[in-house]
């Protein structure tokens, strides 16, 4: 479902979470006692900017990453390179004026959906609700057993559930995932709406899936509507390479990590300094606060090194580059030396 288009359509509220389209369908299904999964993505770390008319999603120029907002000086930053520029009054691809920020959790959209079906019986399978031991598997044998009509979750409901009542899967917003600022966030996606795709009505299919987005041309999109993987790798491996993000290139994190937020960053500074003298081969991004740039009230900056596979295979020269700085980095027993360092080499995720 195009949300954009949905939206131009005049539905009165400005943030639509659910799409006619999809509460009709609900509807239906809840009508002839079918069971319904909605899936709401990871939900933002970080809110992203948007355009509510065509979609745009502001992206940084070096990294190919979204944007992050931040209130303070309404801001949008990119937390690999720490690119920043404040947040357009227009649309820079269609020019209209309607920019907004973007991030509804779990919870909002079972109040919302609450609201609209009053007698539905609707489960909520989420960080919040899976906190206690077995919770997990109680609300699944639940919904198994037909205990509720809808299973609302993140992800963590995309894997390995079977279950044969369920005739409708909607993707609340395909674009939460597809935009979350890390390199590896379209192919996320793309494994996320084909495993999906595979879910709903697998024994007699009779399944319908239903995916809001605001991008629906957006090739992630496209290909897992036509599971085609092979085209889906070309372009992704295509804009890696360009990138040298992996498996193209090889990526190393660094995090700086102190309460007091100047250390943190004075810290990445030094650290990329040092790096930087080695003259090696490799590629220093940043230092910029992490996504996740305050947690547990300890600040955190990261580098981002890239370096090229093909110069260093088995990275036993990246390895030994950052070994070396880091003795020197802890060895001279200032201030600095005391900031709490990180290595993550190839990782799984940025935030
Ligand atoms: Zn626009
Ligand atoms: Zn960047």
New binding site residues.
């Given amino acids: 479902v195009d949300l954009a288009r949905q939206r131009l359509a005049g539905s009165g509220k400005s943030e639509v979470i659910l799409s006619r389209l999809l509460l009709q369908k609900i509807a239906e299904k809840l009508e002839q006692k079918e069971q319904i999964i909605l899936l709401q993505n990871r939900r933002g770390f970080s809110t992203t900017v948007q ?1 509510a ?4 999603v502001s992206m940084c120029p070096n990294c190919n990453i979204s944007l992050s907002y931040h209130r303070q000086g309404n801001t949008m930053r990119c937390h690999y390179c720490n690119f920043a520029q404040k947040v357009p009054d227009k ?1 820079s ?4 004026v ?1 920019m907004i920020h973007r991030g509804v959790g779990t919870q909002q959209v079972q109040e919302f959906l609450q609201t609209q079906f009053k007698n539905a019986r609707i489960v909520r399978m989420d960080q919040d609700t899976t906190r206690r031991k077995y919770a997990h598997d109680k609300i699944l044998t639940d919904f198994g057993d037909q205990k509720y009509d809808i299973l609302l979750g993140t992800q963590m409901i995309a894997k390995g559930l079977d279950f044969e009542k369920v005739t409708l899967v909607g993707v609340i917003s395909a674009d939460t995932g597809l935009f979350l600022p890390d390199f590896r966030a379209t192919e996320r996606t793309f494994q996320l709406l084909t495993q999906v795709a595979g879910r709903a009505g697998r024994k007699n299919g009779q399944g319908e899936v239903v995916v809001q987005t605001m991008v629906p041309q957006h090739p992630c999109v496209q290909f897992s509507r036509t599971h085609d993987y092979f085209r889906f790798v070309k372009l992704e491996m295509a804009e890696r390479r360009a990138l040298e993000y992996p498996p193209a290139g090889r990526l190393v994190l660094l995090h700086f990590i102190d309460e007091n937020e100047n250390r943190a960053l004075q810290a990445a500074r030094k650290f990329a300094f040092l790096l930087t003298e080695k003259k090696v081969p490799f590629k220093i991004v940043g230092p910029a606060p992490a996504a996740l740039s305050k947690l547990k009230n300890m600040y955190r900056f990261h580098l981002v090194v890239k370096s090229d596979k093909r110069l260093d295979p088995g990275a036993q020269n990246v390895r030994k580059t950052i070994k070396s700085c880091l003795q020197e980095f802890t060895g001279d027993g200032s201030e600095l030396s005391r900031v709490t360092i990180k290595i993550d080499i190839d990782p799984v995720m940025i935030l």
Avoid: R, T
């Fill in positions: 355009c008319h065509c979609g745009e649309c691809a269609c020019n209209k309607s």
